[in-house]
């Protein structure tokens, strides 16, 4: 079964290469394309969808105040041109957020979240070992959510919030990266950054100047390389 899905954007060439990419996936069906939020609103009201890839910057109503006007149950992929509003898009649960231009590998990565069944884990039986999973705050009304270690990609500080990259999302935290390293075991996790800290086992390559995971390339900070390139030394064969 296909996720009905329509493009609110007020930009054609942005419009287009979004049309061509949902042609060539077939667990999208594109039921609609909107250059007014308005008319995107009216046919959201009367239509049933399941996905709205929703630019931001657009004349009368923004992407992110239609996010927080439309049903719940519509899943938002943001795509837009400014990374400012990452934050802010990701505290509105979205499935992913998109800057553009925007690759197909990187659209399909984010629709690809749709179609993933949470993966069930069990948490470590052994009562002296440490938990294998973390419960993070994800909102101020006391909700947490749980995310296993070994799913965690890095983490990034954003001021006074972190973002942990996890295999499958991200999810974004009003706390400060000290606190989170507190938190990770210091085996698996290495601080690489003043503002990023990276699972080892999720690297796939490193130079001189910066880890690369899941084809992100992150900075290593002249703060933190010894001991980052220590921790390496000891594994290399």
């Not at 993070?136 to 006074?160: M, W």
């Not at 499958?168 to 938190?183: A, P």
């Not at 990276?198 to 992100?216: A, G, M, P, R, W």
């Amino acid at each position: 079964m296909a996720f009905k899905c329509i493009i609110v954007d007020d930009e054609p060439p942005a419009t287009r290469i979004l049309e061509n990419y949902i042609g060539k996936v077939n667990f999208l069906e594109k039921v609609g394309v909107f250059n007014d939020s308005l008319k995107a609103l009216e046919f959201l009201n009367k239509e049933s969808v399941d996905v709205i890839f929703l630019d931001i910057q657009m004349p009368q109503l923004t992407g992110l105040q239609i996010s927080k006007i439309i049903s719940k149950d519509i899943k938002v992929i943001f795509t837009t041109a400014y990374p400012d509003f990452a934050l802010e898009g990701f505290e509105l649960n979205a499935v992913d957020y998109l800057l553009k231009p925007i690759a197909f590998e990187r659209f399909y990565q984010a629709v690809s979240k749709l179609n993933s069944e949470p993966k069930i884990e069990v948490s470590n039986s052994n009562n002296n070992a440490a938990p294998d999973f973390l419960f993070i705050k994800t909102d101020g009304k006391n909700k947490f959510q749980k995310v296993f270690l070994n799913d965690i990609l890095y983490v990034e500080s954003l001021q006074n919030y972190v973002c942990i990259h996890t295999i499958r999302q991200q999810i974004i935290t009003h706390s400060s990266l000290k606190n989170v390293i507190e938190s990770l075991p210091s085996t698996n996790f290495i601080q690489i950054h003043k503002s990023y800290v990276v699972s080892l086992q999720h690297i796939e390559s490193t130079d001189n100047f910066s880890v690369f995971i899941n084809e992100k390339e992150l900075p290593i900070g002249a703060t933190f390389k010894d001991a980052f390139f220590d921790e390496i030394d000891q594994n290399k064969i």
